[in-house]
């Protein structure tokens, strides 16, 4: 069965600090993982997806296959970062339909 | 203008009545979902669809109930069932093939 998950529910950091928000998943085929995130009064929204190999807003996060997570990571948090942090993974189903499931989430906070 | 949208912001119900929910979408996408955010459990799905006229029960399905009949909409119907109705739900809609999802606003539900 399909599963994602997040250890850690909150995690604060000083600005300036690396930050890495972790994802663990299970997943019987090869799904496509992603990292969405929720600032305060917007909606969710695409951070990155692995396929993509991209840096955004200075995050990074690489698949790893052995260990099967798809940890976030940041070299130097800023305060801007603080929000809700979800780790999400989409998969095809043998009919060709996708699901798409998320972890609980992480709220980072980054203290100023 | 493309999106996703949720109708309406914020809706109170009392207890023991039925309440729909709406989202909409111009993307043209085949896939829409309905999850549930509440504090500490992240998103949590409620149900899915593929393809009009067809959809699938998440993984808190029970005390919901939703409706394909166009492509467009995705209407979720939180029904005198659901014993713990009170949180806010999230619609989204992603296109076949697993790649990204956009999310609408959400729409708190409180029941006085």
């Known amino acids: 069965a399909q599963r994602v998950t997040q250890p850690e529910k909150l995690l604060s950091v000083f600005k300036g600090a690396p930050v890495e928000l972790k994802c663990n998943y299970s997943?019987?085929?090869?799904?496509?993982l992603f990292w969405y995130v929720q600032y305060s009064r917007q909606r969710l929204q695409l951070l990155l997806r692995?396929?993509s190999r991209e840096s955004i807003k200075g995050f990074t996060a690489d698949l790893n296959k052995g260990e099967t997570s798809f940890h976030l990571k940041k070299p130097f948090a800023q305060e801007e970062d603080s929000a809700m942090y979800y780790c999400a993974l989409s998969g095809l189903k043998q009919t060709g339909a996708n699901n798409l499931f998320f972890g609980t989430g992480t709220r980072l906070t980054v203290i100023p | 203008d493309g999106g996703i949208t949720q109708s309406p912001k914020y809706l109170f119900r009392k207890e023991g009545q039925n309440v729909t929910l709406s989202c909409e979408q111009n993307?043209?996408?085949?896939?829409m979902y309905w999850y549930r955010q509440d504090p500490g459990q992240g998103l949590r799905l409620i149900y899915y669809s593929q393809i009009v006229n067809d959809f699938q029960k998440g993984d808190i399905a029970e005390g919901y109930s939703v409706s394909r009949e166009k492509k467009e909409s995705f209407p979720l119907t939180v029904t005198s069932a659901q014993k713990n109705p009170t949180a806010f739900y999230l619609c989204a809609s992603q296109p076949q093939g697993g790649t990204e999802a956009f999310f609408g606003q959400g729409t708190r539900l409180t029941v006085v």
């Open positions: 993307l043209n996408h085949d896939a």
């Open positions: 997943y019987s085929g090869s799904p496509e």
């Open positions: 692995h396929i």
